[in-house]
């Protein structure tokens, strides 16, 4: 990383980041590069991530995992816009995390700990308990993307 005075490194400080996230980024290799924002939850175990996302089950992107399922992200919060009169002087305050994996499809009976973990992501406060439709669940898409790479890094202007 080239601004290393902007990297964050300590783990949890990571989390806290990726828990105030909305989207998260997925990056699927093809002829060129194919980018889909998705929705996710997170499961941390020790030091390690495991994210998860749900969709339809056709379409480009399983297309592209059957052909190649390592894959990178990048999730983000805009923070601020600082702007001035002279424009190269303005600046963006924020916070982001980017890193890479393999993907890989949810077996039926990780399904709904899944669910509830993307549920986890947007329910403020985290914790509230959900019901779940079984037939639904039983026809949805569940993806896990287990990081093995990952940096991140903020910029916040002290005024």
């Known amino acids: 990383m080239r601004r290393t005075d902007r990297e964050i490194t300590d783990f949890s400080q990571i989390v806290?980041?990726?828990?105030?996230?909305?989207?998260?980024?997925?990056?699927?290799?093809?002829?060129?590069?194919y980018?889909?924002?998705?929705?996710?939850?997170?499961?941390?175990?020790?030091?390690?991530?495991?994210?998860?996302?749900?969709?339809?089950d056709v379409g480009k992107k399983h297309d592209l995992i059957k052909k190649n399922n390592k894959v990178g992200f990048v999730m983000e919060n805009m923070l601020s816009v600082l702007t001035y009169d002279i424009a190269c002087k303005s600046v963006a305050e924020y916070e982001s995390v980017m890193g890479y994996g393999?993907?890989?499809?949810?077996?039926?009976?990780?399904?709904?700990?899944?669910?509830?973990?993307?549920?986890?992501?947007?329910?403020k406060p985290s914790g509230e308990k959900f019901e779940?439709?079984?037939?639904?669940?039983?026809?949805t898409c569940i993806m896990k993307l287990k990081v093995e790479g990952l940096s991140a890094k903020k910029l916040v202007i002290n005024k």
């Open 16 to 33: 806290e980041i990726m828990k105030r996230c909305g989207v998260c980024h997925i990056s699927f290799s093809n002829e060129y590069p």
């Open 102 to 123: 393999k993907i890989e499809y949810v077996a039926d009976d990780e399904k709904l700990e899944a669910l509830k973990l993307l549920m986890n992501q947007y329910a």
């Open 35 to 56: 980018v889909v924002p998705m929705n996710f939850g997170m499961k941390i175990d020790g030091e390690e991530i495991t994210l998860y996302f749900h969709g339809a």
């Open 132 to 139: 779940f439709e079984p037939e639904a669940v039983k026809h």
